[in-house]
């Protein structure tokens, strides 16, 4: 059930406008997830070598699946709390246009007439 069933035509066309006003307000974002690696770099004598050490870094890298194959940045250390915001900001994004499809979902349901009823509507579709 859509949660804007209920709420009056004229109210869900302000949510719709005030749902897109959100959606600008969004700062630059990125999708995907933030990875901290540490790496063995195989030398015998190293601290890495021995058991229990985590090995060299932390180092970070974003990785993000996409259509046509995985994408990824390596990044600094100071970098990642600035990717975190990035990351959460493409949530904020993510939840904006969610919200925007609920809220455009209810216009049109209301917009169409309950099956059964009078054809409100002439049959010939309008501009064509
Ligand atoms: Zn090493």
Redesign the pocket.
Known sequence: MNRFEDTPAGDLEDLRVLTLERLTRVPAFRRGSLQQLWR??G?PN????AEGDP??GPRWQWTRTARDGTRGQALRADQADAVRAELDAGAQFDQIVDDLVEVNEAICRQAAAPVGARQARPAKKSGT
């Open positions: 063995k770099c030398k190293c601290h890495c070598a090995g060299h």
